[in-house]
């Protein structure tokens, strides 16, 4: 428990050290966000704001994963538990935050919204997301079946080969899902924080199910269930040390940077914890902005030019509507709210129905 709190800490700390640093630089060096010409009219005025915040996101969560383990270890008997599991949980993070920094990078220093060519970007995704599957059925003890709240519940056996094309799949779906909600000041990273939230909880608790010996982890299956929760941990107070710059009217953006890091860290957790089919439900407010744009472009297409909404995705559309963006912002954090609770919910019943079935 110690760690949890001191990772957090120390994240949240670094994550809001690291982003004023970048804002103060970024300005003085008139680095901004190219804002889309498509896009609502008020969001013009954005233009030329500090982007590339996912910077202090991702080495806010670094740091306060790795120093919490070092404290530790230095003052106390212990030694470090820091796990295969973690690391490929972070280390995937880290690797997606750097091509999004790569795509931000391109956008500011030409001046224009159009990032890294889509081929390579999408290469990039998709190769991070094979390493770690590859890696993850190589090196840990992760099962290989299709999952919902734990290993087992539908025991559908995917086997090596099958369990990687579904984790890249899951993988390169979530980072996207993630850059697409990313169009309103917070909206992104304060439902990060919720979802970050969900997994924390859901580490932990696997971790006291098997440390109380009742052979829960036997059944959830789950390697480094408190390491995992640590890096959770870590993402959701980087998330909140960056939001306090990003709130409405934000001082920074996260950029791609930030955007494919949350949404592969989601997706990486998601995995590890034996949690594939929950992840929709965490991450709710990533599946209906997703599911808005694909409504958009396949209604578009059928009907040859009508749309669905007013703008996709989805929080445009009420910002079209007449709604601020602040009040669009906080209505999505309560229903991600919500679906978080729900979500927990879920896996809580799964729980006390393995408890009685015993």
Same mark, same amino acid.
């Given at each position: 428990?110690?760690?949890?709190? @001191? ?5 949240? *700390? ?37 982007? @590339? ?7 806010? *969560? ?16 212990? $030694? ?6 973690? =690391? ?41 997301? =094979? ?25 559908? #056996? ?25 169009? =309103?000041?917070?909206? *992104? ?45 870590? @993402? ?21 940077? !930030? ?17 594939? =089919? ?10 209906? #902005? ?20 007013? @703008? ?6 009420? $910002?079209?509507? !007449?709604?601020? $963006? ?33």
């Amino acid at each position: 428990m110690i760690r949890l709190l @001191m990772a957090a800490a120390i994240s949240f *700390a670094l994550s809001a050290l690291l982003t004023q640093l970048l804002i103060d630089f970024l300005r003085r060096s008139e680095i901004g966000q190219p804002i889309r010409e498509d896009g609502p009219q008020g969001h013009i005025v954005k233009s030329g704001t500090p982007t @590339m915040g996912g910077v202090g996101i991702v080495l806010g *969560a670094l740091g306060g994963y790795l120093l919490s383990d070092l404290i530790l270890t230095l003052t106390t008997d212990r $030694e470090g538990i820091i796990t295969r599991s973690g =690391l490929l949980v972070m280390g995937s993070i880290c690797a997606a935050g750097l091509v999004g920094f790569i795509d931000d990078w391109i956008k500011v220093s030409r001046e224009r919204n159009l990032g890294l060519n889509a081929k390579l970007k999408t290469a990039g995704l998709l190769g991070i997301a =094979l390493a770690f599957a590859v890696l993850a059925v190589r090196f840990t003890t992760i099962p290989t079946e299709l999952a919902f709240t734990r290993h087992g519940f539908l025991g559908i #056996e995917m086997g090596a080969v099958g369990w990687t094309i579904w984790a890249v799949l899951l993988i390169y779906a979530t980072s996207n899902a993630v850059n697409l909600t990313d169009g =309103l000041d917070g909206l *992104a990273a304060g439902s990060g924080i919720f979802s970050f939230a969900a997994y924390t909880l859901i580490g932990f608790w696997i971790f006291r199910q098997a440390s109380d010996g009742d052979n829960f982890n036997d059944i959830y299956d789950v390697p480094h269930p408190l390491d995992l929760s640590v890096v959770a941990v870590a @993402m959701l107070a980087a998330c909140a040390g960056f939001l306090w710059f990003n709130a409405a009217p934000a001082d920074i953006f996260m950029g791609d940077t !930030g955007s494919l890091a949350i949404g592969t860290g989601l997706a990486t957790l998601a995995l590890t914890t034996n949690t594939h =089919l929950l992840l929709p439900i965490i991450g709710g407010i990533y599946v209906i #902005e997703t599911l808005s744009v694909i409504l958009q472009v396949g209604i578009f297409k059928v009907t040859g030019g009508k749309r669905l909404f007013r @703008m996709a995705p989805i929080h445009h559309h009420f $910002e079209l509507c !007449g709604w601020k $963006e602040t009040k669009v912002i906080i209505r999505f954090w309560l229903i991600g709210g919500g679906l978080t609770l729900l979500a927990l919910g879920i896996f809580y019943a799964d729980y006390v129905n393995t408890v009685g079935a015993q």
